[in-house]
Nanobody
């Protein structure tokens, strides 16, 4: 099972920026999916931005144009640049991978809080 460690969360003001990073304990090149999900207060976990097989990128409609996902296969990391943050972006953000055997792995989560 891959170990995923997130970093970069914290407090930001509305309109500000934060960058999250996720370090994987093994090569990220073979995963069917790798990226970011989040769970806001009182909400279900939702997809934020992911790479799918074939290097396609999927973004939640709510973050399109504001968030950018990137990855570095040499360092086995995936990052999420979050700009123009809104209070509704407040959530715990989780790094996620889906293996070729359809095994889901999750990081421990990192808190992002956006103040108005």
């Amino acid at each position: 099972q891959v170990l995923l460690v997130e970093s970069g969360g914290g407090l930001a003001q509305s309109g500000g920026s934060l960058k999250l990073s996720c370090a994987a304990s093994e090569s990220i090149s073979s995963f069917i999916e790798i990226g970011w999900y989040r769970r806001g207060p009182g909400k279900q976990r939702e997809l934020v931005a992911v790479f799918t097989r074939g290097s396609l990128i999927k973004y939640a409609d709510s973050v399109k144009g504001r968030f950018t996902i990137s990855r570095d296969e040499d360092k086995n990391t995936v990052a999420l640049q979050m700009n123009s943050l809104k209070p509704e972006d407040t959530a715990v953000y989780y790094c996620h991978t889906l293996s070729t055997t359809f095994f889901n792995s999750w990081g421990q989560g990192t808190q992002v809080t956006v103040s108005s």
